[in-house]
């Protein structure tokens, strides 16, 4: 039983608690509190054994892939021979005791210590962040190939031997091109893993009848 006034007011209350209950709003995939997302909780970003995998896999297709088409052209033509191949696109053996596409040719003991420091930074980097993006390892692989290949060269022979020649730019070799293809890559997945996630669906809980 109990005062009619005060059972009135009481469910009154009640209703009004309910009505604010079914205005909560519940965010898909957020914690609790409604503030601290899930998916960011606990993420490792360092490689694993797949990222560690696949940069192996591709690394080393990078290096092979160069190394077979260097000593084709060295065994095939003379230094400075060239084969027109197509529109300017020619096969033009010569030797490069520098960079990529020529640059510093005399500085070689120079490059290879570069070399050399740039390849550790990319394996500390790809062990500490290989997860940020599925297409790292792909990236980081190409530029380790490619690096790793033509730093090979300088230390075996004292030079890199170039190949590819468009005329109106400077002879390179497949791994030069796998260096700037790599970093292109990366910039990219860089990119992608730094962008804002999307927003996740706002629901509203079912209300409650009186």
Not at 70 to 82: N, Q, R
């Amino acid at each position: 039983m109990g005062d009619p006034v005060h059972r009135v007011q009481t469910e009154r209350g009640t209703g009004v608690e309910q009505t604010r209950r079914s205005d909560t709003e519940i965010r898909v995939g957020s914690a609790t509190n409604g503030v601290v997302p899930q998916w960011a909780a606990g993420r490792s970003l360092a490689a694993g054994w797949r990222q560690w995998a696949a940069l192996i896999a591709v690394a080393m297709a990078a290096v092979v892939a160069d190394q077979v088409t260097k000593a084709i052209v060295a065994s095939e033509l003379e230094l400075g021979e060239s084969v027109d191949v197509v529109g300017p696109l020619s096969i033009h053996h010569v030797q490069n005791s520098g960079i990529a596409f020529g640059l510093f040719p005399t500085a070689t003991a120079a490059v290879i210590l570069l070399t050399g420091v740039a390849v550790a930074w990319m394996l500390v980097f790809f062990a500490r962040s290989g997860a940020r993006h599925p297409i790292l390892p792909v990236a980081l692989g190409l530029l380790l190939g490619g690096s790793l290949s033509n730093l090979i060269d300088r230390v075996r022979l004292g030079h890199v031997i170039d190949f590819l020649d468009f005329r109106f730019w400077p002879a390179f070799n497949l791994a030069d091109a796998f260096i700037v293809g790599g970093v292109a890559v990366l910039i990219g997945a860089l990119l992608l893993a730094d962008r804002e996630p999307r927003r996740a669906p706002t629901l509203k809980a079912p209300s409650q009848g009186p």
